[in-house]
């Protein structure tokens, strides 16, 4: 299905509630698939705080709403620094469309988006291991772990791809 047609909008305020719905799907999936639990993810992902926190304050972050046929099926968070040494903060997209090239090509668009980036950087639980393969074969490096904040007893793994020296 990598035929799949996807929008990337720039995101705003009023697409919160669709953006954390989808989100919501998202991190409850993995949460039921490596965790066994009926929910989980960072705070404020299922009530809309996470993009009020993370999206609209910051100059430096751009949020993208990925749709499909209309439709808001994923979501992005990058932030665009100064030193080029870029971070993804967040992407996820509807289970009902995992597995079948759509974070890779949020990913390239992202990777074309901000050509000028040097490095991207990120973040990702310890137990989500299909997240680590996704990035993985991406392009991105484990470059370290540390304790979880948002999970107590967790672990994440921090990945880098480094793209022009």
Avoid: C
Wanted: aromatic share 12%.
């Amino acid at each position: 299905m990598h035929d799949i047609e996807l929008e990337f909008t720039i995101a705003e305020e009023k697409d919160i509630p669709q953006l954390t719905e989808v989100m919501t799907k998202a991190f409850d999936d993995d949460s039921q698939r490596h965790l066994d639990k009926p929910k989980g993810g960072p705070p404020g992902y299922d009530n809309g705080d996470f993009f009020r926190t993370w999206l609209l304050p910051y100059k430096e972050s751009q949020g993208y709403k990925i749709l499909h046929k209309g439709r808001v099926i994923g979501g992005l968070i990058a932030w665009i620094l100064p030193s080029r040494e870029n971070r993804l903060g967040v992407i996820f997209v509807d289970p009902m469309l995992q597995n079948n090239g759509v974070g890779s090509r949020i990913l390239q668009f992202m990777f074309e988006t901000y050509s000028d980036a040097k490095s991207w950087a990120l973040e990702t639980p310890g137990f989500a291991k299909s997240n680590h393969k996704f990035y993985e074969k991406n392009g991105f490096i484990k470059i370290g772990e540390q304790i979880d904040k948002e999970l107590p007893g967790e672990v994440s793994f921090k990945y880098k791809k480094i793209v022009k020296e």
